[in-house]
């Protein structure tokens, strides 16, 4: 596959022009609009006090960016843990950012030079942000997936003795999703730590990529069609879920009451399809789960809204999702900050499920507090 860098998939509205014999339609349409806006600004005014806790935050660093072919994204803010990106935090009220690695992180590099690199990434945000900026910053862990029992231990580690809060893992690993059992270890880890792991979207391997997404017309690839459609655009998003949905039917929760897993994107297109999936799937799992299908993503399962300043798919995601399971988040450097804090703002909930999804949420999951300015 070629280099490309995740893209933003959320578009303005496109301006169409009203002829004469819509008139009618537009003035009322513009009352409305009128109208909403008003009440979006005095919820706005409400809220202008809202902490926020984002829980998918990237960086990078020019050695991991070498790595895995992404220097195109240097100029993007991935590698700057400093004043810049406290700027836009502060811009944007974003009190805290919990880091983790841009995909595909280390969990591609095998043998000890995989577990060498994601020691140092991790002790990186320790020695660096983390302790220049107190409470500024949280992080996942940064793992080599390629040995999994040494992820294991370095999940530990850097919970046990750096206060990490979690992991992150990014796609499919090699060709193995983590209802693999190779990673028993791993997943019973997480476990006994208490602490979840972030499925964040990751490159689909080769064989998935022509497969699905190569274009047969070479002329257009100078605009990397395929290439967005592989992720951003859609790929990833389907990845994630079915992630999700194989963790499930395979038993992993059944195995692991107690872990939990977080997945962003508004749910990276759960809940357009969590009806059809819960029907169809419950039909074939009665006998082989210990709890209904449905019951898993009430139990083991938590979503953010990274990137996806959409009322509507929030609106979505809450008719089938508890509240209590829903965290904010803004896929910093690849989405503005402010605009993603400024649209949460003037959503129209109960000042009480906002502060559940903007910080509280959060604060129970992690077990941390944001911080007192």
């Known amino acids: 596959m070629k280099s490309m860098g995740r893209r933003g998939i959320l578009t303005a509205a496109t301006a169409l022009g009203i002829g004469a014999g819509l008139s009618t339609y537009a003035a009322v349409s513009a009352a409305d609009e009128d109208e909403a806006s008003d009440k979006t600004s005095d919820i706005s005014l409400r809220d202008r006090d809202l902490p926020f806790i984002g829980t998918e935050e990237t960086f990078s660093t020019h050695e991991l960016m070498v790595l895995n072919d992404r220097l195109f994204l240097e100029d993007t803010g991935l590698a700057e843990l400093g004043p810049r990106r406290i700027g836009a935090m502060d811009k944007?009220?974003?009190?805290?950012?919990?880091?983790?690695?841009?995909?595909?992180?280390?969990q591609n590099v095998k043998g000890k030079e995989g577990i060498d690199f994601a020691y140092r990434l991790n002790k990186l945000l320790v020695d660096g942000p983390m302790a220049k900026y107190p409470g500024r910053f949280q992080a996942f862990a940064t793992l080599p997936l390629q040995n999994p029992e040494a992820s294991a231990d370095e999940l530990e580690r850097t919970v046990r003795e750096d206060g990490f809060l979690g992991a992150l893992t990014n796609g499919i690993i090699g060709k193995k999703f983590l209802d693999h059992p190779d990673f028993e270890p791993l997943l019973a880890r997480a476990e006994a730590l208490d602490v979840p792991i972030y499925i964040h979207p990751g490159l689909p391997p080769d064989e998935v990529f022509q497969i699905y997404y190569s274009n047969m017309r070479p002329e257009y690839q100078k605009e990397n069609q395929d290439q967005v459609l592989s992720i951003s655009a859609y790929g990833w998003h389907q990845e994630v879920v079915t992630q999700c949905v194989r963790m499930i039917t395979s038993g992993v929760f059944d195995r692991h009451p107690k872990l939990q897993i977080i997945m962003g994107h508004m749910g990276e297109g759960l809940p357009f399809f969590y009806k059809r999936i819960v029907e169809k799937m419950s039909e074939v799992t009665e006998k082989s789960l210990d709890k209904p299908f449905e019951q898993y993503f009430h139990d083991n399962c938590w979503f953010t809204t990274s990137a996806f300043p959409q009322t509507e798919l929030l609106d979505l995601l809450l008719k089938y999702i508890s509240v209590d399971r829903v965290m904010f988040a803004t896929d910093y450097p690849f989405a503005d900050i402010k605009a993603q804090t400024d649209w949460f703002r003037g959503v129209d909930l109960p000042r009480e499920s906002k502060e559940?999804?903007?910080?509280?949420?959060a604060e129970k999951l992690f077990g941390m507090k944001v911080p007192v300015k």
Do not use: D, M, W, Y
């Open 92 to 106: 944007g009220g974003l009190n805290v950012q919990i880091l983790s690695a841009h995909t595909p992180g280390v």
């Open 356 to 361: 559940k999804i903007a910080f509280r949420n």
